[in-house]
């Protein structure tokens, strides 16, 4: 069973950079065919994917927020994080981390963290 706990600040003030982990058990990050991910939800608004790092390492990235992003891993601690710089309050969301994968008609993402509510804010 593949778990993931995603950790970092709830609060985090304008202009600064928002920095979560997401550590994986159960699974490898390295593994192939598997993309693990970062999404968030604006209160009352739908997921938003924010980006990928795949199993060998290549990030992708949402062209609206890739000035402002940075995905890397740490393949000895098994976990993945997230850099968002210059942060609004509109970055305010719960953030999740996901496992994904592609067939060959979609994107599945079989496994998700709880969420991490980041608040930005003076």
């Known amino acids: 069973q593949v778990q993931l706990q995603e950790s970092g600040p709830g609060l985090v003030k304008p202009s600064q950079t928002l920095s979560l982990t997401c550590t994986v058990s159960?699974?490898?990050?390295?593994?192939?065919?598997?993309?693990w991910s970062w999404i968030r939800q604006p209160p009352g608004k739908g997921l938003e994917w924010i980006g990928d790092?795949?199993?060998?390492?290549?990030?992708y990235l949402m062209p609206s927020l890739k000035s402002r992003t940075s995905i890397s891993r740490d393949t000895s601690k098994n976990q993945f994080t997230l850099q968002l710089s210059s942060v609004t309050p509109e970055d305010t969301a719960v953030y999740y981390c996901?496992?994904?994968?592609?067939?060959?008609?979609?994107?599945?993402?079989?496994?998700w963290g709880q969420g991490i509510q980041v608040t930005v804010s003076s």
């Open positions: 159960g699974g490898s990050i390295t593994t192939n065919y598997y993309h």
């Open positions: 996901s496992r994904a994968y592609n067939t060959d008609w979609e994107k599945v993402y079989d496994y």
């Open positions: 790092i795949g199993y060998s390492g290549n990030t």
